[in-house]
């Protein structure tokens, strides 16, 4: 995850970005880690991100698409908190 504060003239709110590269796999495989990240983005940061913020989460190959859901909950949250710490 990439977390970067926005100007202040910018407009608020949280916005989010999601990739994943051909390393991931095929169409198929890259759309999927997109949407299981998109999902655990509309769970986690509603709690934890913050307004100005914009975030970017990157599908990695075999783990996004395979690694237990809740585990990359946990993940999301550790890295957030981690950001927003510094």
Not at 25 to 53: H, M, S, T, Y
Not at 78 to 86: C, E, Y
Request: aromatic residues 4%.
């Amino acid at each position: 995850m990439q977390a970067r504060k926005r100007a202040e003239g910018e407009a608020t709110g949280v916005r989010v970005g999601f990739t994943c590269s051909k390393k991931v796999g095929n169409a198929v495989a890259r759309n999927r880690a997109k949407r299981r990240l998109r999902e655990i983005a509309r769970l986690v940061l509603p709690e934890l991100g913050q307004d100005g913020f914009d975030y970017v989460l990157i599908g990695r190959a075999e783990q996004t698409a395979a690694r237990d859901f809740i585990a990359m909950q946990d993940d999301l949250r550790r890295a957030l908190r981690k950001a927003h710490s510094t």
